[in-house]
Each structure stands twice: as structure tokens, then as C-alpha cells.
């Protein structure tokens, strides 16, 4: 069955860029969206974007400006890039599938990224 | 497009029927989400387009709604559905969001 894992340092200090990576396994990354996702502790959940297999990605307008979201299909992950980080960043970021860009059927467990010096 | 939910708690015992709101600050059709998130685990979709039950979701749960106001119902509820739910919209190509979050406690 489809697993997703993400991967990427969990601590990353203020204004640094934080980047993670989502490995899928046991199944292709073609035909579907993949997302970012994140929540910070104790609070809900903040939609930052997603992509499709064929590289277009779109992002939440108010994290745009910083964010980057790129696809690798031939290694079958994809990947988050968030620049300027503050301790507002800090959060549990998940990857997640998603069908024509519409909802998450398949998410990884999630990782914890705290932003401090 | 703001989402939000209501309450943003709710108290109840195994058996009650229960139902959490959820509303759009403008038309999303039926393109409307449930989740279920459990502590420290990633959420699980429920629900999708407003009520088309997602596969291995038990029966008891279920969506309704459009345009703007959106309900999850869950008709009679167990020990596994303590949790916090959430809404979540995909109407447009400017992206998603997402309701703020109901968690359901134990009476």
C-alpha cells in the first residue's frame, strides 16, 4: 500500500529556510496531487500548498511569498521549501495525496519543526 | 474563502447523536471535506463533497449541505470518535481551507 514519509531537520533557526522532503513508496506519485500541510502546536490545521505530478503548484496566498513546493517523479517524492522563518513556523508538517487537488486521502505521519536559535 | 465551524467544543456521551457545523464565507458548492484528527495522529478523511462517505469510514458518520452551510453528523457516538474535526474546502483554484476545529469530549 501507499506509505508517505516525511524527512528534513527538526530544528531550523530564525530567518534560515526550512526544507523537507516526502518520500512515497509503494506507489507512483504520477496522477495525483501532493500537498503540504501544517499545524502548530496545539492549534488547527493551515493548508501551504500543493502540486501536481506534472510540476504546477499553488500556494496558500498568505505563506506565497516564502514558500516553494517542487516534485521529483523519477525518485517519487516531493519536497517544501519555506524561507524567512520565524518561531511562528514552528509546527507539525505533514505531506498528504490528494485526488485532483480536491481533499487528503493519504497523509504521512507528520514531523515536528522548531524554529529557534 | 474563511471557514467556520461550530462549536468550537462539544461535550456528549457514548450513544448521543451529534452534529458540527460548518459554514463558508461564500458559495463552495458541495466541495467540502470532513476530517478526524486524534491526538499526536495525522487526520483521516471522513467525508468528501459534502456527503459522499469515504471508504472504511463507519456508516454513523455522515455529511450534509451546500452553497455556504455544511453539517457532520454523527448519529450515535462510540469511544473512537473522540476527537477534533474538521472542515475543509476545495472549491477554487486559489487552494484550500480549513475550519478551525471541533474537538468532541467526553460528558
Given at each position: 500500500q501507499v506509505q508517505l514519509q516525511e524527512s528534513g531537520p527538526g530544528l531550523v533557526k530564525p530567518s534560515e529556510t526550512l526544507s523537507l522532503t516526502c518520500s512515497v513508496s509503494?506507489?507512483?506519485?504520477?496522477d495525483y496531487y501532493w500537498t503540504w500541510i501544517r499545524q502548530a502546536p496545539g492549534k488547527g490545521l493551515e493548508w501551504i500548498g500543493y502540486i501536481s505530478d506534472s510540476g504546477s503548484a499553488t500556494y496558500n496566498p498568505s505563506l506565497k511569498s516564502r514558500v516553494t513546493i517542487s516534485i521529483d517523479t523519477s525518485n517519487n517524492h516531493f519536497s517544501l521549501s519555506l524561507t524567512s522563518v520565524t518561531a511562528a513556523d514552528t509546527a507539525v508538517y505533514y505531506c498528504a495525496r490528494s485526488l485532483l487537488g480536491w481533499f487528503s486521502d493519504l497523509w504521512g505521519q507528520g514531523t515536528l519543526v522548531t524554529v529557534s536559535s | 474563502i474563511q471557514m467556520t465551524q461550530s462549536p468550537s467544543t462539544l461535550s456528549a456521551s457514548i450513544g448521543d447523536r451529534v452534529t458540527i457545523t460548518c459554514r463558508a464565507?461564500?458559495?463552495?458548492?458541495?466541495w467540502l471535506a470532513w476530517y478526524q484528527q486524534r491526538p499526536g495522529r495525522a487526520p483521516k478523511v471522513?467525508?468528501?463533497?459534502?456527503?459522499s462517505l469515504e471508504s472504511g469510514v463507519p456508516s454513523r458518520f455522515s455529511g450534509s449541505g451546500s452553497g455556504t452551510e455544511f453539517t457532520l453528523t454523527i448519529s450515535s457516538l462510540q469511544a473512537d470518535d473522540f476527537a477534533t474535526y474538521y472542515c475543509q474546502q476545495?472549491?477554487?483554484?486559489s487552494g484550500w481551507s480549513f475550519g478551525q476545529g471541533t474537538k468532541v469530549e467526553i460528558k
Open positions: 509503494g506507489g507512483s506519485i504520477n | 464565507s461564500q458559495s463552495i458548492n458541495r471522513l467525508i468528501f463533497e459534502a456527503s476545495y472549491n477554487t483554484y
